[in-house]
């Protein structure tokens, strides 16, 4: 790439951008104006109802647990010293390690009528059988409330946690020297200028809970994005499915309208919190007695419900099965291809994220800047949804190769995107792009333009300039964009369970499959490996939480 054709390339690369996003999009669009209108007025009547009723309840819940789980967390963390505080603020993450299908198949087990809890229960106080007392009921939405809320709380945990650490502290401290109690200055002062953060965080729960079907279907609950599933798969009506996902799309608009208004707001404080010398000089104050232990308390409880019943209970079960039957033979096939697809999505993404984010830099235009937006819309898109809309893409595109061996062969050659992995990598790789191109532009706003201004005056072309400058600055951001896609591709469990290839497994619908079957504890192992995998990750984001870090 020379500097003529650097700008014909940079076009290219954020329009194929967009157009990867918006080609599901067009897809799931063309499906829904085709369906069939009887089906619709069916679902009007009697699924969505249900369903819409089912969502509402369970984001608000979620919105709730999350809420007052992460927000207060971070708060104690950022504000207070008490026993243990250091190593808390990286455990409260590593439930970002478990997919909420994993621990919604755990707690069925474990508060189940035939589980520990239940079971300790009635030798403790002598009852014979379950109708002899009352116990709250996990499959439902409480219970899914309790068993996601657990699990995706640190999304507002970690963002609520950077903009506490890195306010100025000053204002806080004038407060309390008028005679301002803590808890007031954290309600007049200190919440209002984290607004922004905390409507971030509780946006990526949203979104995380619209994108499962796992738990909600293994604990009982019409969602949404169930439907579209069941519509689709147990039905067979992809259209009636497109409709239902439409639906599901507006709700999607309306959370990312929100979050960008709530952001929209937060400018107006943007001077009063991250900009002061002292920001991040604050250890907190000293919790002691009651309420440093209190403090603590309050910190491990999320953790144990998050993390370390659900890791203690998979890592029982899978000694005591492998021991008994042996490791599934089978296990580490399932295993590589889960590598082989989310190898592949990293790639994909890197690529095409990096790219894009680079060629709008080069262009320096707003309609670029506008492409590179919309390719971050993918991760709104929940996958199911993005499965459903790919499937006319994939459809153009197999009919195109098989005209083309038609005309030189003589015969098609069949299915050649849709019933192979690389319908995986792609839903993997537009879902996921958002993770790249973010960093990816994070990075690049604290590179100086004067640097490629100094490049091009001497002589360098595009190339040598994003080869010796920017990659170099941008390794660390780009690193960390892998491993996030990597795992995260790594729990994927709608997209690889509506795309995979006749007769292949990945991690998670190996997982799924026993789960459906009443049997999980004899995947324990595979939900392990998915999870120690993730813990990676989870352990190292919160070094981002730290005031001044730049990744």
């Not at 104006?33 to 979620?62: R, Y």
């Not at 020297?177 to 971030?200: C, K, N, T």
């Not at 491990?300 to 490791?327: D, T």
Request: net charge positive; proline share 4%.
């Amino acid at each position: 790439m020379n500097g003529t054709s650097a700008p014909f390339a940079a076009r290219c690369i954020v329009i194929a951008a967009a157009l990867f996003v918006a080609a599901p999009l067009a897809g799931l669009l063309q499906r829904a104006l085709s369906g069939n209108g009887e089906v619709w007025g069916h679902l009007i009547a009697f699924v969505l109802p249900v369903a819409v009723a089912d969502t509402a309840m369970l984001l608000c819940g979620l919105a709730v647990v999350c809420g007052v789980v992460g927000v207060g967390t971070a708060f104690l963390v950022a504000s207070f010293r008490f026993p243990g505080r250091s190593m808390l603020a990286w455990l409260l993450t590593l439930p970002l390690a478990f997919p909420a299908y994993i621990v919604a198949y755990v707690y069925v087990e474990v508060l189940g009528a035939f589980g520990p809890v239940q079971g300790a229960l009635r030798a403790l106080f002598g009852f014979r059988l379950a109708s002899d007392y009352w116990f709250p009921n996990v499959r439902s939405i409480g219970g899914a409330v309790f068993v996601m809320g657990f699990v995706l709380f640190p999304y507002v945990y970690l963002a609520a946690l950077v903009m506490f650490r890195s306010q100025n502290h000053a204002l806080a401290e004038s407060a309390r020297v008028v005679g301002a109690s803590p808890w007031r200055v954290a309600r007049d002062i200190v919440l209002p200028m984290a607004r922004p953060a905390i409507a971030a965080g509780l946006m990526l729960v949203l979104l995380e809970a619209l994108n499962d079907i796992g738990a909600s279907e293994y604990l009982g609950v019409q969602t949404l994005t169930l439907s579209v599933f069941v519509t689709w798969l147990n039905r067979g009506d992809l259209g009636g499915a497109a409709q239902t996902a439409c639906m599901l799309l507006i709700v999607v608009a309306v959370f990312v309208w929100l979050e960008r208004r709530g952001r929209g707001i937060g400018r107006n404080m943007r001077s009063f919190a991250g900009h002061s010398q002292q920001a991040g000089a604050h250890d907190g104050t000293l919790l002691c007695g009651w309420r440093g232990w209190g403090a603590t308390l309050a910190c491990s409880v999320p953790v144990a419900f998050g993390f370390l019943i659900p890791s203690a209970y998979l890592a029982q079960e899978a000694i005591v099965r492998s021991l008994r039957n042996g490791v599934d033979a089978d296990l580490l096939r399932h295993a590589a291809s889960t590598f082989v697809y989310a190898s592949g999505a990293v790639v994909v993404t890197l690529l095409l994220g990096f790219g894009a984010s680079m060629a709008a830099r080069l262009i320096a235009r707003g309609w670029a800047r506008l492409c590179v937006s919309f390719a971050g819309l993918g991760y709104a898109l929940p996958g199911t949804v993005l499965a459903l809309g790919l499937l006319t893409p994939f459809a153009l595109v197999d009919d195109a190769f098989n005209a083309v061996a038609r005309v030189f062969g003589g015969r098609g050659v069949g299915l050649v995107v849709a019933g192979s992995g690389a319908a995986i990598v792609i839903a993997l790789s537009i879902r996921f792009l958002p993770i790249v191109t973010g960093l990816a532009e994070a990075g690049l706003a604290r590179i100086s333009a004067d640097l490629d201004g100094a490049a091009r005056t001497a002589g360098a072309s595009a190339r040598t300039m994003i080869a010796t400058i920017h990659l170099p600055l941008l390794r660390p951001a780009l690193a960390a964009a892998a491993l996030i896609v990597f795992v995260d591709s790594l729990k994927e469990l709608s997209i690889a369970l509506l795309l995979r290839p006749l007769n292949v497994e990945t991690l998670s619908t190996y997982v799924y499959q026993f789960a459906v079957r009443g049997i999980f504890e004899d995947a324990a192992l595979a939900a392990l490996l998915i999870v120690a995998i993730g813990i990676v990750p989870a352990m190292r984001t919160v070094r981002f939480a730290r005031p001044g870090n730049r990744g």
